[in-house]
């Protein structure tokens, strides 16, 4: 109080005229009641409460999210999984198909050799065989001529 009574003394400042002069110079708000104070804090505890309520709305949806993305993620791992499984046992056939083939190109390869050698062989036989052919041939008909030599040379006996 001390304090007031001095700056009163030393602005000369009296109780009325100063109310008057703030009256006029101060914009006054209204104050509060007490029964709008507990409506305002009501409110903004309903507002608090809405709020929360929506940022837990919000983090399950995104709780749900996630749950749902992983599921699609585990789905998709196990989906490339089994594509990864299947690639590597085409991967695998196809291996064993081009050994096959390079197997079978080789014994292709071997067969054509030796049907080549059983041709070359056939036909020296085949030249053989005419060579024989001819010399038996050649051989009758001098044993023929033979035989009509000696006819012609003895006397028939009748």
């Keep these: 109080m001390e304090f007031l009574k001095r700056y009163r003394d030393i ?5 009325d005229e100063d109310q008057e002069r703030r ?4 914009v006054a708000f209204p104050t509060p009641q007490p029964a709008q104070r507990s409506d305002n804090a009501a409110a ?3 507002l608090v409460a809405e ?8 983090e399950e949806q995104a709780a749900e999210a996630i749950a749902r993305a992983r599921h699609l993620a585990d789905a998709l791992m196990k989906k490339l999984e ?6 590597e046992h085409a991967e695998n056939k196809l291996r064993d198909a081009e050994a096959e083939v390079s197997q079978l190109t080789a014994a292709s390869a ?5 049907l080549s050698m059983l041709r070359q ?7 053989e065989l005419a ?8 051989a009758e008909a001098a044993i023929q001529n033979i035989v009509d030599a000696i006819r012609t040379q003895l006397p028939l006996a009748k």
């Design 110 to 114: 071997e067969a054509n050799n030796a």
């Design 11 to 15: 602005y000369g400042v009296d109780g």
């Design 82 to 87: 089994v594509a990864d499984a299947r690639v």
């Design 44 to 46: 903004a505890l309903n």
């Design 121 to 127: 062989r056939l036909a020296a036989r085949e030249a």
């Design 51 to 58: 709020a929360a309520a929506a940022v837990r709305g919000l």
């Design 131 to 138: 060579a024989a052919e001819k010399r038996a041939a050649d």
């Design 23 to 26: 009256a006029n110079s101060v």
